[in-house]
């Protein structure tokens, strides 16, 4: 009898330790075939991003794919600098702009997971510039008139871009132009991201909240929401809530100097083929990402990182917040993340689509007609990137290059059709 119990003891013993390591194990590369994905037809993949490569319509690119927590395709293509030679490397950085918009929701997630905020709490709650604003109303003669916001923008309306707040742009842009607060990039500004947003406040808005979909400044301002209920800045809160613990060591707001060899250089479309983006340049540009002023940290569209740092904050949304045995939210936060909130408002670029807090969400695969799954959720960036997480399929993939802007390219449509077809199970 004793000799039995010590067995079952040898056994669960085994079996925990088998579990542990198998929930601590980090992204690793495996055959295709282990996964439900042919090798032979993920050629297809490679053999067309080599061609747009070859025929001078991208410069390089990085592509990941994972599948059941494993990742079966990580490849890379052309050169991450075609006049010095550069081949592209699986470890190359990159500017992922809106891309940061994801990381930043999760943040303010963490916030409410916290206790420290409600996302139906209104935003001038935190920060009192927003207690009341304004809405820019266009009249019939062309002209506009500034009235009140029916009621308060809460937090949940700047996850789901329903706030009614644009880049800046509308019928009232001219006041935007000058309080110098037009357009997505901020790494050049000398004045802390708190500073803009506050300014931002006292600007018409496009939409009176909740009315309609408008995509914009809404993140940046949610990482200013964070400084304040956090008491750091969001770089730091950032960094010791999500990147530390999933290991995420090269993502960054503005590059490390001893990492500056990693960065990619951004190249733009053009009649003539690719040429290189203004240095530094702003929008379309290499940016201030090395050398600015190191002073704004934008919620919206301000990480610089790699494929596989990305690949693992999806892979922690995907395991229903949880990577390399750290959690980071709840099952049911993730759940709630990724589901649709819009509503009556429409999503305004792609049929078949809503918006959850922080990402895209697929409703209706045939309404979009492309090759993906209901639930799918994702998202990009404008220097070209773009991701998406299948549940359903159990897949993530990671698409990374630096093209601005890119002319009607049509590698991101291929890119999702060439995934799937590659799927065997």
Same mark, same amino acid.
């Given at each position: 009898?004793?000799?039995?119990h010590?067995?079952k ?9 088998? #579990?542990?390591?198998?929930?601590? =194990?980090? #992204? ?21 991003? =080599? ?12 592509v990941?794919?994972? +599948?059941?927590?494993?990742i079966p395709?990580?490849?890379t293509?052309g ?15 990159? +500017? ?25 709490d209104?935003?001038?709650?935190? *920060?009192?510039? #927003? ?7 266009? !009249? ?5 008139e ?10 949940? @309306?700047?996850?789901?871009h ?19 607060? =037009? ?5 050049? +500004?000398?004045?802390? *991201?708190?500073?803009?947003?506050? +300014?931002?406040?006292?600007?018409? $808005? ?6 309609? $979909? ?15 209920v ?5 770089d ?9 613990p /999933? ?5 960054h #707001?503005?590059l490390?100097?001893? !990492? ?11 009649? @003539? ?8 340049g ?6 201030? %990402? ?16 790699t494929?596989? &740092? %990305?690949a ?15 959690r ?13 909130? /819009? ?13 959850g ?5 697929v ?7 492309l090759?993906g799954? !209901?639930?799918? %959720? ?7 990137s773009?991701y998406?997480? &299948?549940?359903?399929? @159990?897949l993530?993939v990671?698409y990374?290059?630096?093209l ?6 049509? &590698?991101? &449509? ?12």
């Amino acid at each position: 009898m004793q000799i039995r119990h010590s067995m079952k003891i040898i056994t669960f013993f085994l079996a925990f330790l088998l #579990f542990s390591n198998i929930s601590a =194990q980090e #992204f690793a590369k495996t055959e295709p075939e282990k996964v439900g994905m042919s090798s032979e037809r993920l050629e297809y993949l490679t053999n067309t991003f =080599q061609e747009y490569v070859d025929n001078e319509e991208l410069s390089g690119a990085v592509v990941l794919v994972a +599948r059941r927590g494993q990742i079966p395709y990580f490849k890379t293509f052309g050169k991450s600098d075609i006049k010095n030679k550069i081949p592209m490397a699986e470890n190359a950085i990159f +500017r992922i702009a809106s891309q940061t918009k994801a990381i930043v929701s999760v943040g303010v997630m963490i916030l409410q997971e916290e206790g420290k905020l409600l996302i139906t709490d209104p935003v001038g709650k935190y *920060i009192p510039a #927003f207690n009341e604003t304004t809405v820019a109303e266009p !009249k019939e003669d062309g002209g506009y008139e500034i009235v009140k916001a029916n009621r308060p923008i809460t937090i949940r @309306d700047l996850l789901t871009h329903t706030a009614g707040i644009g880049y800046g742009g509308g019928v009232a842009s001219e006041l935007w132009e000058k309080a110098k607060i =037009q357009g997505w990039y901020f790494a050049h +500004r000398d004045e802390p *991201i708190q500073a803009t947003v506050t +300014r931002m406040a006292s600007l018409p $808005f496009e939409a009176q909240p909740g009315e309609k $979909f408008v995509y914009g400044y809404n993140t940046d301002i949610l990482g200013a929401l964070i400084e304040v209920v956090s008491g750091e800045p969001l770089d730091t809160f950032l960094k010791n809530r999500i990147l530390d613990p /999933l290991d995420m060591n090269d993502t960054h #707001f503005y590059l490390p100097k001893n !990492k500056k060899e990693r960065l990619t250089v951004v190249y733009s479309s053009t009649e @003539d083929g690719l040429e290189i983006a203004p240095d530094p340049g702003h929008m379309v540009g290499q940016g201030a %990402y090395v050398n600015g002023p190191r002073m704004s940290f934008s919620g919206g569209a301000g990480y610089l990182s790699t494929a596989m &740092d %990305y690949a693992k904050f999806l892979q922690m949304m995907l395991n229903d917040g949880e990577f390399n045995g750290k959690r980071i939210i709840s099952p049911k936060t993730v759940e709630l993340m990724t589901v649709n909130h /819009l509503g009556e408002v429409t999503f305004p670029w792609e049929k078949g689509t809503g918006f959850g807090l922080g990402f895209s969400i697929v409703n209706d695969l045939g309404s979009r007609g492309l090759l993906g799954s !209901k639930g799918e %959720y994702g998202w990009g960036g404008a220097y070209h990137s773009s991701y998406w997480v &299948d549940p359903e399929e @159990d897949l993530i993939v990671v698409y990374f290059t630096q093209l601005i802007p890119a002319n009607g390219l049509d &590698d991101h &449509d291929k890119l999702r059709a060439l995934v799937y077809q590659a799927l065997i199970d």
